[in-house]
């Protein structure tokens, strides 16, 4: 069964790099999916972050293009959000989650518990 | 401000049916499937419909949905208190290269 768990530091300072992982159990991550970062502020809306493959292609939203980095360890079964020079706009839920399909405009259909982070100094 | 468009909320009596709309553009639900999420309150997001009309398994069929052109449709029959949740439909856009959400829909069952 496939199981996807988000990791990482829960208070952040701003300016500095927001750093979470999503580890995968029940299937490689070499698999044909899409591994994508979605995140929540408080009480507001959905908000994609973005999309990786295992062969290094990824998409990004506009909004953080210039600030983000996600990135596919084959070798650890894992995938990473990588956001730097945070403010306190960053503050949310981070979710970690599956593509239903191997193209990009696949559904989101297996989701992490979400990671809570907070930018505060 | 969502690139897709839905209403903030909707309303209805338990066992009555309701609908959400999504409305968008050519680039994303003009050219791309639609899937919608179901968000209980303090609880993670779950897909809902995916492919603008097809319901994982465990999603009982009170849940349908549809697309025509450039919006969709979220159609939910005998309304359950337990329905009372955030809707969100989703789809790639092709002129962005990214995946969009609307906004959220707050289903009250009153």
């Known amino acids: 069964q496939l199981q996807l768990q988000e990791s990482g530091p829960g208070l952040v300072k701003p300016s500095e790099t927001l750093s979470l992982i999503c580890t995968v159990s029940g299937t490689p991550v070499t698999n044909n999916y899409f591994w994508a970062w979605i995140r929540q502020a408080p009480g507001q809306g959905l908000e994609w972050i973005g999309i990786?493959?295992?062969?290094?292609?990824?998409y990004y939203s506009p909004s953080v293009k210039s600030r983000v980095t996600i990135s596919v360890d084959t070798s650890k079964n894992q995938f990473s959000l990588n956001l730097n020079s945070v403010a306190a706009a960053d503050t949310a839920i981070y979710y970690c989650?599956?593509?239903?399909?191997?193209?990009?405009?696949?559904?989101?259909?297996?989701w992490g518990q979400g990671a809570l982070v907070t930018v505060s100094s | 401000q969502s690139v897709m468009t839905q209403p903030p909320s909707v309303s209805a009596a338990p066992g009555q049916k309701v609908t959400i709309s999504c409305s968008g553009s050519s680039s994303n639900l003009g050219s791309n499937y639609v899937s919608w999420y179901l968000q209980l309150p303090g609880t993670t997001p779950s897909l809902l419909i995916y492919?603008?009309?097809k319901r994982p398994s465990g999603i009982p069929d009170r849940f349908s949905g549809s697309k025509s052109g450039t919006s969709a449709t979220l159609g939910i029959t005998g309304l359950q208190t337990g329905d009372e949740a955030h809707y969100y439909c989703g789809a790639w856009d092709s002129s962005l290269s990214a995946w969009v959400f609307g906004g959220g829909t707050k289903l009250t069952v009153l």
């Open positions: 990786a493959y295992h062969t290094g292609l990824t």
């Open positions: 492919d603008n009309d």
């Open positions: 989650a599956r593509s239903g399909g191997g193209s990009i405009n696949s559904y989101l259909e297996f």
